[in-house]
């Protein structure tokens, strides 16, 4: 990260992330930089304790370069207002910072991020999460939990809800259903996956206001420097 003087008014968490912002923009290390309409950067407040994490970008997203303002965004701040919680209190961002979709009928659907996209993406999001230095993550849908959990994440009907103490990244990581899925169900199956948001997201902000009465113990850096002798 560059070594700038601080614009006044402005933390370094801040600065930093800003700087982060301006070359993700740029970024052009997958095919998706090609079909993209712009970067999709994670919003909200660097200084957050709470991340939370969805797949990517939809094409409302990719026309305003803002995480999560279709529908799915409008159910995802529904639930997190219910909460008591605002955009201001925590990032949202995305496993891809770039809109994945095919062309069908003439028509652009989206489609699941591909391994190759999300390792091309992946630098972004843990350097987002680096800075932030979260208590808790939430992952929102499949893709964030495989990403971040890895291999202890298996499924989303059983695990959703679950804490995750063992990552790398966060304390405390827990997946959540993608409100897209909400959205997808319909009548009473429709009214209890939309409360199982809403259940988990309490316990996920519940958990940040334990973690700061109680901070857990400091965790051992993320790259294990190898001993010289
Ligand atoms: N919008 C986003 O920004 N992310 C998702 O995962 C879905 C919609």
Not at 42 to 61: D, K, S, Y
Request: charged share 25%; glycine share 8%.
């Amino acid at each position: 990260m560059a070594d700038q003087p601080q614009k006044p008014g402005r933390s370094p968490v801040h600065q930093h992330m800003a700087e982060l912002r301006a070359r993700a923009l740029t970024c052009t290390d997958c095919n998706l930089s090609q079909t993209r309409t712009q970067v999709v950067f994670g919003t909200g407040n660097p200084e957050t304790p709470m991340v939370l994490i969805g797949e990517g970008p939809g094409e409302q997203e990719d026309a305003t370069g803002i995480p999560f303002v279709g529908r799915a965004g409008k159910l995802l701040d529904e639930v997190l207002r219910v909460n008591g919680i605002s955009r201001n209190h925590v990032w949202i961002t995305n496993v891809l910072k770039c809109r994945a979709f095919v062309v069908e009928g003439g028509r652009a659907t989206n489609r699941p991020p591909r391994v190759e996209e999300v390792s091309a993406c992946r630098q972004w999001i843990e350097a987002e999460i680096a800075l932030i230095n979260p208590l808790v993550i939430v992952c929102v849908g499949g893709p964030a939990a495989k990403l971040i959990i890895g291999s202890a994440f298996q499924s989303m009907t059983r695990q959703r809800g679950q804490w995750f103490t063992d990552t790398e990244y966060a304390p405390y990581v827990m997946p959540i259903l993608h409100p897209a899925y909400v959205l997808r169900q319909h009548g009473p199956a429709f009214e209890e996956a939309r409360q199982l948001l809403i259940d988990d997201l309490r316990r996920a902000r519940d958990k940040v206001r334990e973690l700061r009465r109680h901070p857990p113990p400091p965790r051992p850096p993320k790259v294990v420097q190898q001993s010289l002798f």
